[in-house]
């Protein structure tokens, strides 16, 4: 199939390289020139394990990207990838969706035929027919549900694993209002759904967008209760792991997503709990429980500092944070929890020097003035306690001799051989 793609950012490139790698002629339109360069050069723009080879192979043959809209008319369908931010009270800010429809509208003007418009970004229910449909349906001179289809498609790709997520998922999910769409993402996701582990959930518009949050709100729960039994398990001088492992047994829970520790951050969790949050106020709703799960996870890095005061005396001193992305084999520092964490210490007066494997770039800009090491054993160097805020393989088994006091508070339940430290504590264990 011919297919366009309107946003390169995490999603919209992950789709387009494994889309490409389905056989698909894949093109991306994205207004920011650098990314549009790096795609067509055969380079990643973001770190994603098996991105970069993906991209490298298609590049130029089934995927190329570009600035002009007018690439869509050539294709048989669009998959709209673009960001949807938060407003202060949560809400979504739907500008950047509404700029990319009319955009997409008036370059499908110039396409005789049909064509189908799919949101793939995470949009609360009645967004795609009554904001998206619309402004497409009024600058192509389309109308819906004759010439112009419109789906939803929410994506379930968790970063670090997002390739292996699309092309082997647990479910794919298609919202349609016809016949047409849905016998056309069939055809678009055939190979994947030949997969025996992979359910096809055929459902309405208003389904498909209330499912992405339904599922990122459930397991955004999970981990919050997860980190209070975990908070509670701590205060009884128990090892939540241990209680969680035989917890995890139950085939009702089942033992993923019981790890407890600092919390959960990221681009989808935060946004899309607070979204739901938000968009439940406008109905009339009152999401007690959501509002606590929240609560719950902000929470988690305070705590993780109190613990370190408990040993160390901040005011004055050199800090170590281990980890900066929200969670290991991403860049993505989106309302990571290590940043709250350096929040917290440099409010109580320490000095912080970080660290990170792959995402000190993306920190730097809101923290110029962070002192960043090498490596994790420079960040050490010196440092009258750590932090572990992230647990990247590389921390499992880290030598802490170089620091003046060898103190360290993990958030994550990294493979620490703690009678080698003067004090080792764990946040819920």
Same mark, same amino acid.
């Given at each position: 199939?011919?297919?366009?793609?309107?946003?390169?950012? $995490?999603?919209?490139?992950?789709?387009?390289?494994?889309?490409?790698?389905?056989?698909?002629?894949?093109? /991306?339109?994205?207004?920011?020139?650098?990314?549009?360069?790096?795609?067509?050069?055969?380079? +990643?723009?973001?770190?994603?394990?098996?991105?970069?080879?993906?991209?490298?192979?298609?590049?130029?043959?089934?995927?190329?990207?570009?600035?002009?809209?007018?690439?869509?008319?050539?294709?048989?369908?669009?998959?709209?990838?673009?960001?949807?931010?938060?407003?202060?009270?949560?809400?979504?800010?739907?500008?950047?969706?509404? +700029?990319?429809?009319?955009?997409?509208?008036?370059?499908?003007?110039? #396409?005789?035929?049909?064509?189908?418009?799919?949101?793939?970004?995470?949009?609360? @229910?009645?967004?795609?027919?009554?904001?998206?449909?619309?402004?497409?349906?009024?600058?192509?001179?389309?109308?819906?549900?004759?010439?112009?289809?419109?789906?939803? /498609?929410?994506?379930?790709?968790?970063?670090? !694993?997002?390739?292996?997520?699309?092309?082997?998922?647990?479910?794919?999910?298609?919202?349609?209002?016809?016949?047409?769409?849905?016998?056309?993402?069939?055809?678009? $996701?055939?190979?994947?759904?030949?997969?025996?582990?992979?359910?096809?959930?055929?459902?309405?518009?208003?389904?498909?967008?209330?499912?992405?949050?339904? %599922?990122? *709100?459930?397991?955004?729960? #999970?981990?919050?209760?997860?980190?209070?039994?975990?908070?509670?398990? #701590? *205060?009884?001088?128990?090892?939540?792991?241990?209680?969680?492992?035989?917890?995890?047994?139950?085939?009702?829970?089942?033992?993923?997503?019981?790890?407890?520790?600092?919390?959960?951050?990221?681009?989808?969790?935060?946004?899309?709990?607070?979204?739901?949050?938000?968009?439940?106020?406008?109905?009339?709703?009152?999401?007690?429980?959501?509002?606590?799960?929240?609560?719950?996870?902000?929470?988690?890095?305070?705590?993780?500092?109190?613990?370190?005061?408990?040993?160390?005396?901040?005011?004055?001193?050199?800090?170590?944070?281990?980890?900066?992305?929200?969670? @290991?084999?991403?860049?993505?520092?989106?309302?990571?929890?290590?940043?709250? &964490?350096?929040?917290?210490?440099?409010?109580?007066?320490?000095?912080? &020097?970080? $660290?990170?494997?792959?995402?000190?770039? %993306?920190?730097?800009?809101?923290?110029?003035?962070?002192?960043?090491?090498?490596?994790?054993?420079?960040?050490?160097?010196? +440092?009258?306690?750590?932090?572990?805020?992230?647990?990247?393989?590389?921390?499992?088994?880290? +030598?802490?001799?170089?620091?003046?006091?060898?103190?360290?508070?993990?958030?994550?339940?990294?493979?620490?051989?703690?009678?080698?430290?003067?004090?080792?504590?764990?946040? !819920?264990?």
């Amino acid at each position: 199939m011919h297919v366009s793609i309107v946003g390169s950012g $995490y999603v919209g490139t992950t789709i387009a390289a494994c889309l490409a790698e389905l056989g698909h002629d894949v093109v /991306n339109v994205e207004i920011d020139e650098a990314v549009v360069e790096t795609i067509n050069a055969g380079e +990643a723009p973001i770190h994603e394990a098996g991105l970069a080879d993906r991209i490298a192979e298609h590049a130029g043959t089934r995927l190329r990207a570009t600035t002009d809209y007018a690439a869509v008319v050539d294709t048989d369908l669009t998959l709209l990838c673009l960001p949807t931010p938060q407003h202060d009270d949560g809400s979504l800010d739907l500008e950047i969706m509404r +700029a990319g429809a009319e955009s997409l509208g008036d370059a499908l003007a110039g #396409k005789d035929g049909e064509h189908l418009v799919v949101v793939k970004s995470t949009v609360l @229910p009645g967004t795609t027919e009554e904001v998206v449909g619309p402004i497409v349906a009024e600058g192509s001179g389309k109308r819906v549900g004759e010439d112009l289809h419109l789906a939803m /498609n929410p994506e379930f790709l968790r970063m670090s !694993t997002a390739v292996e997520d699309f092309l082997y998922p647990d479910k794919v999910v298609l919202g349609t209002a016809s016949e047409e769409a849905a016998a056309t993402l069939r055809e678009l $996701y055939a190979p994947i759904l030949e997969h025996d582990d992979t359910h096809l959930v055929e459902t309405g518009i208003r389904e498909a967008e209330l499912i992405k949050y339904a %599922n990122n *709100a459930f397991l955004a729960a #999970k981990v919050s209760l997860v980190n209070e039994l975990g908070n509670i398990s #701590k *205060a009884y001088g128990a090892d939540a792991y241990e209680v969680l492992e035989a917890v995890g047994l139950d085939e009702r829970i089942s033992a993923q997503f019981l790890r407890s520790g600092l919390g959960w951050g990221g681009s989808c969790f935060p946004k899309d709990v607070n979204a739901l949050r938000a968009g439940a106020r406008e109905q009339g709703y009152e999401p007690a429980l959501l509002d606590a799960v929240v609560a719950v996870n902000d929470e988690q890095p305070r705590r993780l500092v109190a613990l370190l005061a408990d040993h160390v005396a901040l005011e004055g001193a050199r800090i170590a944070v281990l980890g900066l992305s929200f969670k @290991p084999g991403t860049d993505d520092v989106r309302k990571s929890r290590a940043l709250d &964490v350096i929040d917290h210490l440099e409010a109580r007066g320490a000095t912080v &020097v970080a $660290y990170d494997p792959v995402a000190v770039e %993306n920190v730097r800009p809101d923290y110029p003035d962070l002192e960043y090491a090498e490596s994790a054993a420079d960040a050490l160097e010196g +440092a009258d306690g750590a932090v572990v805020a992230t647990d990247w393989p590389e921390f499992d088994e880290l +030598a802490f001799d170089g620091m003046a006091r060898s103190v360290v508070v993990d958030g994550r339940r990294i493979d620490v051989a703690e009678d080698d430290l003067e004090v080792y504590e764990g946040l !819920t264990w």
